[in-house]
């Protein structure tokens, strides 16, 4: 299972008008720890980068699994929260637990869409409580290994 780790990156960005801006861009990245995914967001942003940045944040999520989109327009990451709802064979009584995936989309429909497609299949029962766009620029997953043909953690 992936370990996600938001990481934000500070750097002065060119905009399209001319003018220099100093941003902030949310990454998100599967690393083992605090210190691995700071590291490999520098490596992963260096060359894309001119001039001085620095990694402002790096925090832990609670994403659990993210639904990539292979259409490149898919330009967008947005966190679905989903309840899944199980019974308790005692009581009876339902009971939701909430948890939050990544869909890959090039828009909200797209999103849903995605979000959709990926849980067929699935036995268990769920509710789709929110749908929200994120601010995350770009995810970076680990490469597969040398001989396999998945990455970890998928």
Sequence with gaps: MANWFECKVRYDKMMENGAVKKVNEPYL??????????ARIIEERTPY????????????T???EIFWND???ADRFYTVKVAFITLDEKTGVEKKSSTLMLVQAAGFK???????EGMKGTMADYEIQ?????????????????????????
């Design 71 to 73: 259409d490149d327009t």
């Design 29 to 38: 990245v599967d690393a083992l720890s605090f210190t691995e995914a700071e």
């Design 110 to 116: 797209e999103a849903l869409d995605t979000f959709t």
């Design 62 to 64: 609670k994403i659990a």
């Design 49 to 60: 980068i001119s001039g001085d940045f620095s990694v402002s944040a790096v925090k832990r």
């Design 130 to 154: 929110a749908i929200t766009e994120t601010p995350i620029m770009d995810v970076y997953k680990v490469a597969p290994m040398a001989g396999t043909e998945k990455a970890k953690g998928e």
